[in-house]
């Protein structure tokens, strides 16, 4: 007999359980990228700022953590000098390749 699982049982996904490493970081700002969806980056830096530590990272950026959490949430567009300031506090940067 097939047991039924209620939606409430089920674990809580968070992206930033799983960037653990560089190379999973990297691999995952790559795929954003290649995506294309703008808002997108600004979301997935803030998983990454979560899994390294959102209070450390708005200091290193020198942006405030409220700040830093509403630039990074889902559909937010951050200006480009904040997607930098929090790309250098990450430790990671963003490169152009030709297409």
Known sequence: ????????????????????????????????????????????????????????IAKDAGIGRESLYKALRANAHPRFDTISRVCKALGVKLVAQPM
Do not use: C, N, W
């Open 1 to 56: 007999m097939t047991r039924k699982v209620k939606i409430d049982d089920l674990p809580v996904f968070d992206m930033a359980d799983y960037l653990d490493s560089d190379e999973a970081v990297a691999e995952y700002l790559s795929q954003v990228l290649t995506d294309g969806d703008d808002s997108e980056l600004a979301h997935a830096l803030g998983h990454i700022a979560k899994a390294r530590g959102m209070t450390q």
